[in-house]
């Protein structure tokens, strides 16, 4: 059974930095997926963050968070994470994993190419 499980939200002040965890489970150890973190901010749509392609390097960011979130992966504990700085509050949502089957790259980062979710983790950035 596919499993993604979030951890690392909290509470930060505007300028502060957060990591985010998202640990995969059941997926086969021979194919090749696209994991990528969404947000949701209450009364907005899910918004894509960043995607990475566990074949290879290729990564996929927003245009708002570039120059200041990096999606970096250990392969040995297939583990995901959200590296996240200068924090500002319009960052405040729900951040969520996500994951789907991919044969080359992470194509794009919208919401419905990805199958798989976690349950989610909290993110408050306080100005």
């Known amino acids: 059974q596919v499993q993604l499980v979030e951890s690392g939200g909290g509470s930060v002040q505007a300028g502060g930095s957060l990591r985010l965890s998202c640990a995969a489970s059941?997926?086969?150890?021979?194919?090749?997926?696209?994991m990528g973190w969404f947000r949701q901010a209450p009364g907005k749509e899910r918004e894509g963050v960043a995607a990475?392609?566990?074949?290879?390097?290729?990564?996929l960011y927003a245009d708002s968070v570039k120059g200041r979130f990096t999606i970096p992966r250990d392969y040995g504990k297939n583990t995901v994470y959200l590296q996240m700085n200068s924090l500002k509050p319009e960052d405040t949502a729900m951040y969520y994993c996500?994951?789907?089957?991919?044969?080359?790259?992470?194509?794009?980062?919208?919401?419905?190419?990805?199958?798989?979710w976690g349950q989610g983790t909290q993110v408050t950035v306080s100005s």
């Open positions: 996500a994951a789907h089957r991919a044969l080359w790259q992470c194509g794009s980062l919208a919401a419905d190419d990805f199958g798989d």
């Open positions: 990475i392609y566990t074949g290879g390097t290729s990564t």
């Open positions: 059941g997926y086969p150890y021979n194919r090749n997926y696209c």
